[in-house]
């Protein structure tokens, strides 16, 4: 086993990895931006490396800042996470020369799978047939009609070099080859720097459905079940479960070998993701993620495997600790991504800030895999991805139960988040019977009103005196029934002020508890409504009074009270002084 783990990456998966590394006691080192010094990552790690800079090309794709930690502190394994180094062929054989070993696949199989074409290629090789199409580059608009003549129209113009769903072109009849044609092209050289594309029948309500494999160093090849990632919006996952909703055992089967046929075909070893489109009944291969996912978790509630603990092990040359008949599914998995954007009107805005609070749900069947604390900072410069909300249940409909119940527990303070569209997503009927789609939440999807704040605290405001207002939540009992109570107090009262008197604060002005008092029209007998402690007498006998002033200040359930003449009058007796104890119904004061 390895002697110390670098991870190469940030925020909740590099917490992750380091959870892992600590279960399996190897030493684990965080490296980190200059914003992220005292990143979540960073606390829970071992030992843990500036790498300078702000941004991720500063920072985290720093290569030489990376090697030269790894040299430093002398780890044999480095873990990309996913994002920054993890589908990165130049990165793995750079680690590797230095003889520390890169958990991941070999970067062959990252570069098949890297181009689109060739990747389409090494899977038609294994007998796995992607959406019909071509495996060439397109080089005129008359093959894209020739193709539209055979297979009918939409056809999708992609990117050869691309991936996430950028620079895909639809054309919906003859008359859009070529302004889509060239749109694609020109997207292709800008996003990725090279402009080949080619061509697919388009699917016009696919789900994603992506069928996880492990491979290890000794021929064992398995797959652990699929993920429905249909849910999403612009080509970013918001929910993923397993297993997909609908789907027949066979056609689960057949994809899941389809999926080792694909591994096997490039040679693959450690985790991977191979991606399908499913319509109708049938699955085409879409494309292969040569890294461990951020869904992986849905995976591991439904199977019980730690699919990072395996990670490490197959790369540490041990063979899988189970074969494919032991890997078993059981209940259903979701996860929420929450991610500090707001959903209000479907926009996702990014909401960069600091957690003013945090309060993650737990209980039964609730797994968070949060990659900050309150008091941190989610940064515009990186993934907003603050945490993942697993839920498992025995059932879908039992799991879709409880993370709504999770949501509702989750607290969020000074960002937006997606919390709120996930609720919506629960809440759906669509959601509920499976029939969404990958244009589902954009198309569909009802997310007006939402708002990104879990926490509905309002900015502090003024409450007409000048002084700013913040709010204090307190729990109170009326007749032992327990209210949480929200009061908006000036800022510069205690916390633990509710904005009433309080016994501790003797500058606040005593609550007034008499009843009717102001009306005058009491018997002269001045009593106290309940049980409690006399800490001023405030009249002497033979004073003049008025009605609803104040003769004693009676403390009582931490408060200070004032108890007021009932009538107007002359004081004629007083028969308390501060100190004494007094119960409901007692006679402190007597006016006549
Ligand atoms: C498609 C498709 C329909 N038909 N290909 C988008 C991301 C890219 N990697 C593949 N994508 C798609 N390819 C054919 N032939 C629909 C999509 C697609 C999609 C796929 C997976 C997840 C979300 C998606 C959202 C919109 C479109």
Not at 36 to 41: E, N, S
Not at 358 to 364: A, E, I, K, Q
Not at 427 to 439: I, L, M, N, P, R
Request: hydrophobic letters at 40%; charged letters at 25%.
């Amino acid at each position: 086993m390895f002697s110390k783990l670098l991870i190469a990456n940030r925020g909740e998966i590099a917490v992750r990895v380091i959870r892992a590394c600590r279960e399996l006691g190897i030493p684990s080192v965080a490296v980190y931006s200059e914003l992220d010094r005292d990143a979540m990552h960073v606390r829970l790690a071992d030992e843990a490396f500036a790498l300078g800079g702000q941004t991720a090309a500063e920072s985290y794709l720093n290569t030489e800042a990376i090697l030269d930690v790894i040299s430093r502190c002398g780890a044999d394994a480095v873990h990309p996470g996913y994002g920054f180094y993890s589908e990165n062929a130049e990165f793995a054989r750079a680690i590797t020369e230095r003889g520390v070993t890169f958990v991941g696949p070999p970067p062959e199989a990252i570069e098949v799978m890297g181009d689109k074409i060739s990747a389409r290629l090494a899977a038609e090789r294994s007998g796995v047939a992607g959406v019909p199409g071509t495996t060439e580059v397109i080089n005129s608009t008359g093959e894209v009609a020739a193709f539209g003549d055979e297979h009918g129209y939409p056809i999708a113009i992609k990117a050869a070099y691309g991936g996430g769903g950028r620079g895909m072109k639809v054309v919906g009849s003859p008359d859009e080859i070529e302004a889509a044609l060239a749109s694609a092209q020109r997207e292709a050289e800008a996003f990725f720097g090279r402009g080949e594309c080619y061509m697919e029948r388009y699917l016009t309500w696919p789900r994603h459905i992506e069928m996880q494999i492990m491979a290890d160093h000794h021929g064992n090849a398995v797959w652990l079940g699929e993920r429905d990632c249909s849910a999403q919006r612009r080509h970013q996952k918001l929910v993923e479960e397993s297993p997909a909703p609908l789907l027949d055992d066979a056609v689960r089967k057949a994809m899941g070998d389809a999926a080792v046929a694909v591994a096997r075909g490039c040679n693959y070893t450690n985790a991977g993701t191979v991606e399908f489109l499913y319509q109708d009944g049938e699955f085409f291969y879409l494309e292969m993620n040569t890294r461990l996912q951020v869904e992986h978790p849905v995976t591991e509630m439904v199977t019980g495997i730690d699919l990072v603990r395996e990670q490490i092990r197959v790369a540490a040359g041990e063979p899988l600790s189970f074969t494919q008949s032991e890997v078993t599914s059981v209940g259903h998995a979701i996860e929420a991504r929450i991610n500090a954007e707001d959903p209000a009107g479907g926009r996702f805005l990014p909401s960069p800030g600091s957690l003013t609070s945090l309060v993650v749900p737990d209980g039964f069947g609730v797994r968070w895999d949060g990659g900050y604390e309150a008091g941190d900072t989610v940064s515009q410069y990186y993934d907003n991805l603050i945490g993942k909300l697993v839920v498992w249940g025995s059932d879908r409909q039992t799991a879709i139960g409880r993370m709504q119940r999770a949501l509702g527990e989750l607290s969020v303070g000074g960002v937006a988040t997606t919390a709120a569209a996930h609720a919506r997503i629960m809440a759906s009927e669509d959601f509920q019977a499976g029939v969404h789609s990958t244009k589902w939440v954009e198309e569909r999807l009802d997310l007006s009103g939402v708002s990104g704040k879990t926490d509905t605290e309002p900015p502090a405001e003024s409450d007409g005196d000048g002084m700013p207002r913040v709010r204090r939540d307190v729990v109170v009992e009326v007749d032992g029934k327990r209210f949480a109570v929200s009061a908006w107090v000036p800022e510069s009262a205690p916390p633990n002020s509710a904005g009433t008197g309080n016994s501790a604060n003797t500058s606040a002005r005593p609550r007034r508890v008499s009843g009717g008092a102001s009306a005058g029209a009491g018997t002269g007998q001045v009593t106290v409504p309940m049980q409690g402690t006399i800490v001023k007498v405030l009249v002497e006998v033979g004073q003049e009074v008025t009605a609803g002033e104040g003769v004693v200040v009676l403390e009582a359930m931490k408060m200070e009270n004032s108890i007021n003449a009932d009538r107007s009058g002359t004081v004629a007796e007083i028969k308390v002084e501060p100190g004494d104890t007094v119960g409901a119904g007692d006679v402190v004061v007597v006016i006549s």
